[in-house]
């Protein structure tokens, strides 16, 4: 083989293969998923140091967004507006966050809340599991996966601590706190498959007739 085909076949190589570096730098990134759960707001942008990150429209979970580690300056906007309404420093590391912003825009009493609970390690074989309720309305909900408890009593913007349950799947239900699993009607019951060596988190909000609707994602 001539000097010039090795060159070529190590160029190629370069083009078609990617270094290991460049999936690092890829893996060190902070990632961010939002909710949108403010019911008299239409379409509202993140910004990320005064450029917008995503687009949300109302009661829109969009999509997991990455940028890089350190301190950034988050704001919302209504769109087409000039400035946000909404801003907050945060400190981002190399992992996945979930925020959200509730309440009520008319009554001045929007927040944007971050839930940043560092999933479990080293999980093995097994899975791990946290609930986030924005379910408003006064309500505080037990939730079970089979016959076990991951949170108990949780109320608006509350999170729970992360379980470690068993990889596969499960039989999540949901009651009132206080109802008895073993008598009462859950609110909710729906099946959840939970793969090995992954923390999620378990969202709660509030659906049509006040019913409960509850949507899991991986964060881990």
Do not use: W
Not at 39 to 54: A, H, I, N, S
Request: hydrophobic share 40%; proline share 4%.
């Amino acid at each position: 083989m001539t000097r010039f085909s090795i060159l070529l076949c190590l160029l190629l190589s370069l083009l078609l293969f990617p270094s290991c570096s460049e999936e690092e730098l890829d893996t060190s990134q902070a990632k961010l998923r939002m909710l949108h759960a403010i019911p008299d707001v239409g379409t509202l942008e993140l910004l990320l140091d005064g450029k917008r990150l995503m687009k949300l429209d109302a009661n829109e979970l969009g999509s997991t967004e990455g940028f890089s580690t350190g301190p950034h300056i988050l704001g919302v906007r209504l769109t087409g507006a000039p400035q946000p309404f909404k801003e907050l420093s945060y400190n981002f590391s190399n992992r996945v966050y979930f925020a959200a912003l509730s309440g009520s825009f008319a009554n001045s009493t929007v927040q944007l809340h971050f839930y940043d609970q560092a999933p479990p390690s080293n999980l093995g074989k097994q899975a791990a599991i946290e609930v986030v309720s924005l379910y408003e309305g006064g309500a505080q909900f037990d939730v079970y996966l089979g016959d076990t408890l991951i949170a108990g009593s949780l109320g608006f913007r509350a999170e729970s601590a992360f379980e470690t349950v068993s990889a596969g799947g499960h039989v999540l239900s949901i009651f009132n706190t206080g109802d008895d699993p073993g008598r009462d009607v859950p609110l909710l019951s729906q099946s959840l498959s939970l793969e090995s060596g992954r923390a999620y988190m378990l969202l709660l909000q509030l659906g049509s007739g006040r019913s409960v609707l509850a949507e899991h994602f991986s964060i881990k």
